[in-house]
């Protein structure tokens, strides 16, 4: 789910925010990263940024030709997220249709549980449909429930994960 990643990056300091004293100069590196950081948004990889923990090293600055504004090779420890199969988590109902939920667990908008793998849950139907069982336990918008990853899909064009989840298993469904 999170991971602790040490990353290089490149970071570009306009000219006009460089400080011949310096102490200017790696704040303004660390603004800089941590905006292109959270602008990245996600990699396939590692998955979807979450915070910047650590600046490791700052290498020494080139000026670029054309603009006169310098380039700092980073490395820098920070936290990612990203979902595995099998792992167990939980996340929020926000859409209830016939056929299955979509969910939010943190980053990660797009995750969709199936009727097929809610086992003994039927849909009703109604102004706000849900899915219930013969224990009167509820499948409904805002409920949080805990499932299994069955499989992930990254998206490269909106840069984001996709999920599909199941409530196959033992003390997996709505979370009391």
Same mark, same amino acid.
């Given at each position: 789910?999170?991971?602790?990643v ?7 300091i ?10 200017? *100069? ?21 998955g979807?940024f979450?915070?910047?923990t650590?600046l ?7 000026v ?10 980073v490395?820098?420890?920070?936290i990612?997220?990203?979902?595995f ?6 996340? @929020? ?8 939920v979509? *969910? ?38 805002? @409920? ?8 992930t899909?990254?998206?490269?064009t909106?840069?984001e ?9 033992d ?6």
């Amino acid at each position: 789910m999170f991971l602790k990643v040490q990353m290089p990056w490149n970071v570009i300091i306009p000219a006009d925010s460089l400080d011949a004293k310096g102490l200017m *100069l790696k704040k303004a590196i660390v603004i800089r990263l941590m905006d292109e950081f959270a602008s990245k948004k996600a990699t396939k990889d590692l998955g979807y940024f979450m915070a910047v923990t650590t600046l490791e090293t700052i290498g020494e600055g080139r000026v670029r030709q054309n603009t006169g504004d310098v380039l700092f090779p980073v490395f820098f420890s920070g936290i990612t997220f990203k979902m595995f199969r099998g792992e167990i988590l939980q996340g @929020v109902i926000h859409k209830v249709l016939k056929h299955g939920v979509f *969910l939010k667990c943190g980053p990660v908008q797009n995750i969709y549980l199936s009727h097929i793998k809610m086992p003994d849950y039927r849909y009703v139907p109604g102004e706000n449909g849900m899915f219930m069982n013969d224990k009167n336990s509820k499948i409904e918008k805002d @409920v949080i429930i805990r499932f299994i990853v069955i499989g992930t899909k990254w998206m490269e064009t909106e840069r984001e994960f996709q999920a599909l989840v199941s409530l196959e298993g033992d003390y997996l469904g709505p979370v009391s």
